[in-house]
T-cell receptor
Framework: KNQVEQSPQSLIILEGKNCTLQ??????????LRWYKQDTGRGPVSLTI?????NTKSNGRYTATLDADTKQSSLHITASQLSDSASYIC????????????FGQGTTLQVKP | DTGVSQDPRHKITKRGQNVTFRCDPI?????LYWYRQTLGQGPEFLTY????????KSRLLSDRFSAERPKGSFSTLEIQRTEQGDSAMYLC?????????????FGQGTRLTVV
């Protein structure tokens, strides 16, 4: 069964600190892995997309890594800001044709002042 | 604003009623997806359109659910005889032609509450 598992389920950090979110997947065949940020009550917004051959990709203070051999990914957030408080969802595409996405359950991040 | 719009943003309905949601994707996007998200969970795939053709449906899409994309532009998702378990956020996403690695843009969602 295609699955995407994320840890931790929730995380609280102080403003200015760094954090790392984890994602393990068993999706096959693998097309690409994405990280989305979802604010409460809003739709997800894409942060990064990585294909099989990419090990790391950055978007500002967000850096995603991918190890396709171990089927693991991480999202590192540097110098956190209050606006980073949101749910971060790891998403894997199982098909190179349809682009259908399989979502993890998300990590809820709360940044406190 | 991602360019994908959904209407309505919120819908409260009584159990047993029918509801219809609309999604307007980014104009040049030929791929359109519907997802359902319950509280504390990630979105789950419901169905996928390429232009006007519905190419894939999840088993989550019971007989009470139907989706259309009549002219390959906007799409509607109808739920008949709503049940309390249908209460969720319904998300629409679209992506441009190309491989499955093209970015998917999500709308703000329609939050359905069945009372």
């Amino acid at each position: 069964k295609n699955q995407v598992e994320q840890s931790p389920q929730s995380l609280i950090i102080l403003e200015g600190k760094n954090c790392t979110l984890q994602c393990n997947y068993t999706v096959s065949p693998f097309s690409n892995l994405r990280w989305y940020k979802q604010d409460t009550g809003r739709g997800p917004v894409s942060l990064t997309i990585m294909t099989f051959s990419e090990n790391t990709k950055s978007n500002g203070r967000y850096t995603a890594t991918l190890d396709a051999d171990t089927k693991q990914s991480s999202l590192h957030i540097t110098a956190s800001q209050l606006s980073d408080s949101a749910s971060y969802i790891c998403v894997v595409s199982a098909s190179s044709n349809t682009g259908k996405l399989i979502f993890g359950q998300g990590t809820t991040l709360q940044v406190k002042p | 604003d991602t360019g994908v719009s959904q209407d309505p943003r919120h819908k409260i309905t009584k159990r047993g009623q029918n509801v219809t949601f609309r999604c307007d994707p980014i104009s040049e996007h030929n791929r359109l997806y519907w997802y359902r998200q319950t509280l504390g969970q990630g979105p789950e795939f419901l169905t996928y359109f390429q232009n006007e053709a519905q190419l894939e449906k999840s088993r989550l899409l019971s007989d009470r659910f139907s989706a259309e994309r009549p002219k390959g532009s906007f799409s509607t998702l109808e739920i008949q005889r709503t049940e309390q378990g249908d209460s969720a956020m319904y998300l629409c996403a679209s992506s441009a032609p190309g491989t499955g690695s093209t970015e998917a843009f999500f709308g703000q969602g329609t939050r359905l509450t069945v009372v």
